[in-house]
C-alpha cells in the first residue's frame, strides 16, 4: 500500500519555557505499508516546513513495525523515527494501535530520545482514515 499524506504540527507549547517550537508545521509525506503475516512493517519519508517561524526545512522519516495483540483490533509498535536538517533528532517510539474499522484506527506512543538534539521523551497520538 502506497499512502500520500499531510501531517500537521500545532503549537500547543511555550518556546520561551523550552516546551516545543510555537509554530505550526506542514509535512507532506510518502508512507508504504507492507503485511507479512501477522506483521505489518510501515515506513514514511516527508518534507517539513514551518509556517510561521524562521526554522530551516527538514525531512523526516519513520519505521515501524507492528504485532496484532487481541483479534486484530489492537496492536503493539515500536517505531524508529527522525529528521535531517538543522539538528539532527532520533528517537524510538513504542505505543499501541486500535483499529474501529480496516480503514479507522487511533493509535499513542511515547517517543524516547536517542541523541543530544532530541527531547526525552513525548506523547504521539494519531487517528486515521482510509479513503
Do not use: C
Not at 39 to 53: A, T
Amino acid at each position: 500500500v502506497v499512502v500520500f499524506g499531510l501531517e500537521t504540527g500545532l503549537p500547543t507549547g511555550s518556546r520561551s519555557r523550552e516546551l516545543g517550537e510555537g509554530a505550526v508545521e506542514l509535512e507532506p509525506f510518502i508512507a508504504l505499508l507492507k503485511d507479512f503475516g501477522r506483521f505489518s512493517i510501515q515506513g514514511n519519508f516527508g518534507w517539513s516546513k514551518q509556517v510561521n517561524r524562521e526554522r530551516e526545512d527538514r525531512f523526516t522519516y519513520n519505521w515501524a513495525l507492528a504485532a496484532p495483540l487481541l483479534e486484530r483490533k489492537v496492536h503493539v509498535l515500536v517505531e524508529m523515527n527522525g529528521d535531517w536538517g538543522r539538528e539532527p533528532q532520533t528517537a524510538v517510539a513504542p505505543g499501541l494501535k486500535y483499529n474501529f474499522t480496516d480503514e479507522v484506527f487511533i493509535g499513542a506512543a511515547v517517543p524516547l530520545g536517542l541523541n543530544e538534539h532530541t527531547p526525552d521523551w513525548g506523547i504521539v497520538t494519531q487517528f486515521q482514515i482510509g479513503f
